[in-house]
């Protein structure tokens, strides 16, 4: 089975902008409260539900990862939620504080930009220890794949940040990914996993371990990520969104990406 690209867009389609015109709710589960929002395009048009990340909580850099996270699943043809960027005006903003003042301090610092993804109608939350089918053994292989391209240690065995309907898996959340950043002396050749400790946590990493693995499409499309795939998904990112950390991000894809024989055969050796 092959997967899509985002949902209801052709691959790489660009990244919408969108304004936020109703507010509905604050999501209750996961740590960043992200919002739900009614928006519209810049035509004015109804574009739906939105799940948006807030600035004023992941702060600039995280909504960069998550945009980047996105797009580079797409290229990898993983399914993730369409992304957007999504405007939130004083005026809207001024409404939020009034359904929920509570939330003050964070909605105030997120006027302007903030990472939307559209509302999915129909899944679930990837049960704990549910047992990998056939039909998507393949997916989840590549997850694992990339999730170690990206450095995300948040796609974790008690929260995997998956949704499933069907033989459709949907990855998200992924502020917090590109983890290298956080480090002062970062690696050299980090397409050596011998250190990246978090993916023995990972939600797939039980299943696959000690399992033989096909990386042979996720390879060919790592070889595929040139650089002007690269240099498009980052110039998606608006420039107040940490462009500091979106060079470190491309220079740790291209070394990768020209080390990605010898990534697959890490990661086989990782599941060893």
């Avoid at 739906?48 to 990898?76: C, M, N, Q, T, Y």
């Avoid at 696959?208 to 690269?230: N, P, Q, Y």
């Amino acid at each position: 089975m092959r997967r899509g690209n985002t949902m209801g867009l052709p691959e790489m389609s660009m990244v919408r902008n969108l304004t936020a015109v109703q507010f509905t709710r604050f999501m209750t589960s996961g740590r960043t409260t992200p919002a739900l929002l009614n928006c519209e395009d810049d035509l004015g048009n109804p574009a739906g539900d939105w799940v948006v990340k807030l600035r004023g909580k992941v702060g600039p850099g995280g909504l960069l990862r998550e945009l980047i996270g996105s797009r580079l699943a797409s290229h990898f043809e993983l399914v993730v939620p369409e992304p957007a960027l999504v405007t939130l005006e004083k005026s809207m903003v001024d409404l939020i504080l009034v359904a929920d003042p509570s939330k003050g301090d964070v909605i105030e610092r997120s006027i302007g930009l903030n990472f939307g993804s559209s509302e999915l109608i129909g899944y679930i939350e990837w049960p704990i220890d549910f047992r990998i089918p056939e039909t998507i053994w393949q997916t989840a292989v590549d997850i694992f794949a990339f999730d170690a391209l990206i450095q995300n240690p948040d796609r974790r065995f008690k929260n995997p940040n998956l949704l499933v309907k069907g033989d459709s898996l949907v990855i998200f959340d992924h502020e917090t990914a590109f983890s290298f950043l956080k480090t002062i002396f970062p690696s050299a050749s980090p397409w050596v996993l011998s250190t990246e400790q978090y993916l023995t946590d990972h939600a797939f990493y039980r299943q696959l371990k000690s399992k033989e693995v096909d990386l042979m499409d996720f390879t060919a499309r790592l070889k595929d990520l040139d650089d002007t795939a690269i240099d498009r998904i980052l110039d998606e990112a608006p420039a107040e969104w940490n462009r500091e950390e979106a060079q470190k991000i491309s220079k740790h894809l291209r070394t990768i990406r020209d080390h990605a024989e010898e990534f697959g055969e890490e990661i086989r050796r990782f599941l060893v």
